[in-house]
DNA sequence: AAAATTAATGAACAATTATTCAATCATCCA
DNA sequence: TGGATGATTGAATAATTGTTCATTAATTTT
C-alpha cells in the first residue's frame, strides 16, 4: 500500500460542482472549473469520477439522500395523524428552504436529460413517506377521499410555488406566512 | 430590393430548437442540429438570430407570449368573481397541460442563468391577471385576506405539481381529477 | 532510509461545436 | 431579359472544453 485516496475531496468537488451549475448552469460548467474552484488539479477529478456526465448524476444522487435524511429526521409515523402531517409538512418546507440551492439544482437536474433513469427512480423515494401518510390518512377518514397524487399535488405544490416566490423576491417567508399558508392547504384536504 | 428574408423560418427554428431541447437539454444544444432538424444550412440561422444564447433568449419570449395569448383568452374580469376564478384556474390548467413540452421548457429555462433579467420580467407578466383577480377577491371578501403571493402559491401550485406527476405517469388527468384538485384548492382559498 | 506504490498535477491533445464567409442562388426592378 | 441585391449554403475556421498521461509528490512498507 501506498498512498491512499483522499475521499473528502469528493465533497469539495460535489459543493464546488453545485456552485458553478448554480452560477451558470449545466450548460457552462467546465471541468477545469469544476477543479480550480475545488482547488485540485483537472486531472484529479477524473481520479473520483469517471466523467463529467458520471460527476453530475452523482452530485444529484448526493444531494437527494442528504435532502431525504434531513427532512425525514424527527418523524415518527406512529404519532397522531394530525401531529404527524403538521411535523412533515413544516419540516417538507424548512428543509427545502434551508437548502433553497440544492433544491433548484434537482429541480434544474429534474427537467433534465443527464437524468439517468434508475436515478429517477430513488429520487421518487423522497416523497414515499408522505405518501404513505396520505394514505393512511384517508384510511382514517381523516383527509378527503381522494387519489393520493391530487392531495400530494395540493401538499407539496403550493411549497413548491412559495420558495420559487421566495427566490424570485416576491414574498418573505417567516413562522407567519408559512402558518398562513399551511392553513390554507389543511382547509382543502382535511375532511 | 431582391429576395426577402422568409420569417416563416423563425418559426421553424424555433420549433427545432424546442424539440431538440427537450430532447436532449440545452447542454446538448447544437447549432448544426437546430438547422439541420429544421431543413436549412448552419450559417441561415445567424442571418436570423445574433448567436445561440440570443435564439434560446428569443425562444423563451416567444413560448412564453404565446402561452400568455391562449391563456388569456376568452377571459373577462368584468364577470362574476367566482366564475371568473374558475375560468381562470381552468384555463391555466388546460393550457399548462396542453402545452406541456413548452411548459417543461418554460420550467427549465428559468431556472438556468441563460435567462436575462428583462425577460426574466416580462416572464412574471403572465400571471399578472390572476394576481389582480386575487386582489379584487380579497377586497370584495370572497377570499381569506392574506398575503396574494400565498394565494397564489395556493392556487398555481397544486397545478404544476400535477402536471408534472402527470409527466412522470403517476396520475391520469381528467375532468374528474382536475375538478377534485379545484375543489380542494377553492376549498382552502374560499372565505 | 530507500524502494514501492499510488495520488496528484496541469500542460498537451483530441474532440466537439459555434461561427464565419466566399461562392451560389433566388428574387426584384428597370 | 439582365443586372443588382441580398438570402442561402455548408465547408473551413476558430474557439472552446473534455480527457489523457508523462511527470512529480506523498505516503506506506520493508
Given at each position: 500500500?501506498?498512498?491512499?485516496?483522499?475521499?473528502t475531496?469528493?465533497?469539495?468537488?460535489?459543493?464546488?460542482?453545485?456552485?458553478?451549475?448554480?452560477?451558470?448552469?449545466?450548460?457552462?460548467?467546465?471541468?477545469?472549473?469544476?477543479?480550480?474552484?475545488?482547488?485540485?488539479?483537472?486531472?484529479?477529478?477524473?481520479?473520483?469520477?469517471?466523467?463529467?456526465?458520471?460527476?453530475?448524476?452523482?452530485?444529484?444522487?448526493?444531494?437527494?439522500?442528504?435532502?431525504?435524511?434531513?427532512?425525514?429526521?424527527?418523524?415518527?409515523?406512529?404519532?397522531?395523524?394530525?401531529?404527524?402531517?403538521?411535523?412533515?409538512?413544516?419540516?417538507?418546507?424548512?428543509?427545502?428552504m434551508?437548502?433553497?440551492?440544492?433544491?433548484?439544482?434537482?429541480?434544474?437536474?429534474?427537467?433534465?436529460?443527464?437524468?439517468?433513469?434508475?436515478?429517477?427512480?430513488?429520487?421518487?423515494?423522497?416523497?414515499?413517506?408522505?405518501?404513505?401518510?396520505?394514505?393512511?390518512?384517508?384510511?382514517?377518514?381523516?383527509?378527503?377521499?381522494?387519489?393520493?397524487?391530487?392531495?400530494?399535488?395540493?401538499?407539496?405544490?403550493?411549497?413548491?410555488?412559495?420558495?420559487?416566490?421566495?427566490?424570485?423576491?416576491?414574498?418573505?417567508?417567516?413562522?407567519?406566512?408559512?402558518?398562513?399558508l399551511?392553513?390554507?392547504?389543511?382547509?382543502?384536504?382535511?375532511?
Amino acid at each position: 500500500m501506498a498512498r491512499h485516496r483522499d475521499y473528502t475531496k469528493i465533497e469539495q468537488i460535489f459543493e464546488s460542482t453545485l456552485k458553478l451549475v448554480l452560477e451558470k448552469g449545466f450548460a457552462g460548467l467546465k471541468m477545469a472549473e469544476v477543479a480550480k474552484e475545488a482547488n485540485l488539479a483537472t486531472g484529479t477529478v477524473y481520479i473520483y469520477f469517471k466523467d463529467k456526465d458520471d460527476l453530475i448524476n452523482q452530485l444529484y444522487l448526493f444531494l437527494k439522500r442528504r435532502k431525504t435524511i434531513l427532512f425525514l429526521q424527527g418523524i415518527d409515523q406512529k404519532e397522531d395523524f394530525d401531529l404527524v402531517l403538521k411535523k412533515i409538512w413544516f419540516a417538507y418546507f424548512e428543509v427545502t428552504m434551508q437548502h433553497v440551492n440544492e433544491s433548484a439544482f434537482l429541480e434544474q437536474y429534474y427537467r433534465s436529460p443527464f437524468l439517468k433513469s434508475n436515478v429517477k427512480e430513488e429520487s421518487k423515494q423522497i416523497l414515499k413517506p408522505i405518501y404513505d401518510l396520505l394514505e393512511r390518512g384517508v384510511k382514517e377518514g381523516k383527509l378527503h377521499s381522494v387519489n393520493v397524487e391530487i392531495l400530494l399535488s395540493q401538499i407539496v405544490g403550493p411549497i413548491h410555488e412559495m420558495i420559487r416566490a421566495y427566490h424570485d423576491g416576491a414574498v418573505e417567508i417567516n413562522a407567519e406566512t408559512m402558518n398562513q399558508l399551511y392553513q390554507l392547504v389543511m382547509r382543502g384536504i382535511k375532511a
